[in-house]
C-alpha cells in the first residue's frame, strides 16, 4: 500500500512508522521543516519504546520517507491520513484550522481517487464537512476526482504507542461508503487476520467514540478523587475501595487510582471538546462539567 500522512507529531509519527513496519511505503510531511529534518536523519522528538528500531530500519529500507513537500505525498500515496493537531480554542472547543488547510492543500495536488482518512480527534459532523469541503476546494482548482473521507480514530497511550498500533483492543471505522469499507479492510488486513475487533459506523458515531472513549475515562478518575475526598471525611481507605470496586468486572480497576485528576495532551482538550460541542448542539451534559478543568 502506499500511505501518506500529513502531520509528523505524536499520532502521524506512530501511524507511519507502524505502517510501515507493516511493509507499506509511506510517505510524510509536516510544516515543520525542522522537525522532518530531524526525522530524515533517525532523530526521534520524543521516546516511545522502540520507535527508533522501526525508524531508523525502515528509512534504511525506504519503506519510510520524510518529505519537504507535500505534493509528493499526495502524488504518491492511495490513502492519506490527516494527523495534526486539534488544540482547544480560546472557548475550549477543538480549533479546526489545521485540518481544513490540510484539505486544502490535498485539493491542490490530488491526482486520482484518494482515501482521505481523518486520524485528528474532531467533533462529529467534522469529517462529513471535511467532504464538503474538499468538494468546493477541488471545483476551485477545476479538478473532478472521486475521494472518500474516513474517520478513522486513533487510542494510543503514550508510552506504550507502538504496542497500542500493533496489537489495539479495536480499531474503528467511520464511513457510508461501500468503496472506502472495501480499501480500509484492505489497509487493514493484517489486523483483520490477527483477529482485532472492527467496528464499522457512520463519521459521526466514529467521531464520538473518541471523545466517549478518553471522557469515560477522565470520568473514572474524577469519580474515584471525589470518593477521596468522602473517605478521608469518615475515616475509609480509597486503596481498599478503588481495589473492592475495581474487581467488578462491570467496572473494572483501570483508572481508578486517587491523585491529582487528569492531566495529558488529550483528556482535558477532548473533554473540554465535548462538552462545548454538546453545548451547541443544545444538551447540556450533566456529568462532564463536573470533570472539566479550568
Request: proline letters at 3%; hydrophobic letters at 40%.
Amino acid at each position: 500500500m502506499k500511505i501518506g500522512v500529513i502531520g509528523a507529531g505524536y499520532v502521524g509519527l506512530i501511524t507511519a512508522a507502524g505502517f510501515s513496519y507493516l511493509n507499506n511505503d509511506v510517505f510524510v510531511y509536516d510544516i515543520n521543516k525542522e522537525r522532518i529534518t530531524m526525522l530524515k536523519s533517525g532523530v526521534l522528538p520524543f521516546y516511545e519504546e522502540n520507535l527508533e528500531e522501526i525508524l531508523t530500519g525502515n528509512i534504511k529500507a525506504k519503506k519510510l520517507n520524510f518529505t519537504y513537500s507535500l505534493k509528493e505525498v499526495i502524488e504518491n500515496s492511495d490513502y492519506i491520513f490527516i494527523a495534526v493537531g486539534t488544540p482547544s480554542d480560546e472557548n475550549g472547543s477543538a480549533y479546526l484550522k489545521y485540518l481544513y488547510d490540510s484539505l486544502s492543500d490535498i485539493a491542490q495536488y490530488m491526482n486520482d481517487y484518494k482515501v482521505i482518512i481523518v486520524k485528528s480527534t474532531v467533533p462529529p459532523g467534522t469529517c462529513r464537512s471535511a467532504y464538503n469541503f474538499l468538494l468546493e476546494r477541488l471545483r476551485f482548482y477545476n479538478k473532478n476526482y472521486s475521494f472518500d473521507v474516513v474517520s478513522n480514530p486513533e487510542f494510543l497511550r503514550e508510552g506504550n504507542a507502538i504496542y497500542d498500533f500493533l496489537f489495539p483492543d479495536r480499531i474503528i471505522i467511520g464511513t457510508e461508503n461501500d468503496r472506502a469499507k472495501d480499501l480500509m479492510l484492505s489497509l487493514y488486513k493484517y489486523f483483520i487476520e490477527k483477529g482485532v475487533n472492527f467496528v464499522f459506523t457512520n463519521l459521526e458515531s466514529s467521531e464520538l467514540i473518541k471523545y466517549a472513549s478518553n471522557c469515560f475515562l477522565a470520568t473514572k478518575i474524577s469519580f474515584i478523587n471525589e470518593l477521596s475526598i468522602l473517605s478521608e471525611k469518615i475515616g475509609a481507605n480509597i486503596k481498599d475501595v478503588s481495589k473492592g470496586i475495581g474487581l467488578d468486572k462491570r467496572i473494572g480497576d483501570k483508572f481508578l487510582e486517587a491523585g491529582c485528576g487528569y492531566g495529558g495532551s488529550c483528556f482535558p482538550k477532548d473533554t473540554s471538546a465535548l462538552y462545548n460541542f454538546a453545548k451547541q448542539e443544545g444538551i447540556n451534559l450533566l456529568i462532564l462539567p463536573r470533570n472539566l478543568m479550568k
